[in-house]
């Protein structure tokens, strides 16, 4: 059931990893990242230590959410029991993130927005169909925004930054603003790629 996101009361829960963890490397520009949509909407920010499965769960139980942007390093396997969004303390697998989604399923204001902003979170296989944002939106996440392919950590930074920019005018859809926002990193010339936009 397609439908714009309300602009009149965006809440959204932030999860991410920053630093160096289980062996990845530190992700420099989520802290950026994070910060443009702090700047943008009301919010609660799960980061780093903050930012673990348990926790996680006891705020999507709580507040209904309109947006959930998880930024970390993710993997995506044949086996969906090999496939995460990495947490501080431990991987959030497609069994949390579909129960986590479910929690606010059948509440008058379902999770609108599902981000994740990390390495190839939308590829499915025929194992694994739908990937997470696949689950994501079948556990009653209204829409989903998940990458293909590895992504640069700072490209994400900036099309991510615009994203949420863009949302925030009450006249255009969720589709219209990932699309203007890939726009303009496709008329950055660092940025020409189709590898960083698309």
């Given amino acids: 059931d397609p439908r714009h996101l309300s602009r009149e009361k965006i809440d959204v829960l932030l999860a991410g990893i920053t630093e160096s963890v289980h062996g990845f490397p530190a992700l420099i520009n989520v802290p950026l990242e994070l910060n443009s949509i702090q700047g943008l909407y009301a919010n609660k920010l799960l980061q780093d230590q903050d930012f673990r499965i348990p926790l996680m769960k006891v705020e999507l139980e709580h507040k209904p959410y309109s947006i959930v942007h998880i930024a970390s390093h993710g993997e995506f396997f044949e086996n969906s029991r090999d496939t995460y ?79 949420y920019g863009q949302l925030k005018d009450p006249h255009i859809s969720n589709a219209e603003a990932l699309r203007k926002a890939q726009l303009k990193l496709l008329h950055n010339r660092n940025f020409r790629h189709p590898g960083y936009w698309s």
């Fill in 85 to 163: 969004l990495l947490a501080w303390d431990e991987k959030l697998n497609m069994n949390h993130l579909e129960k986590f989604m479910g929690i606010g399923k059948f509440r008058r204001e379902p999770v609108e927005l599902l981000t994740l902003s990390a390495c190839v979170t939308a590829a499915g296989s025929d194992r694994a169909a739908l990937g997470l944002a696949g689950v994501a939106v079948k556990s009653g996440a209204r829409s989903a925004l998940a990458t293909l392919w590895y992504i640069n950590d700072h490209t994400s930074y900036e099309l991510i930054k615009e994203f």
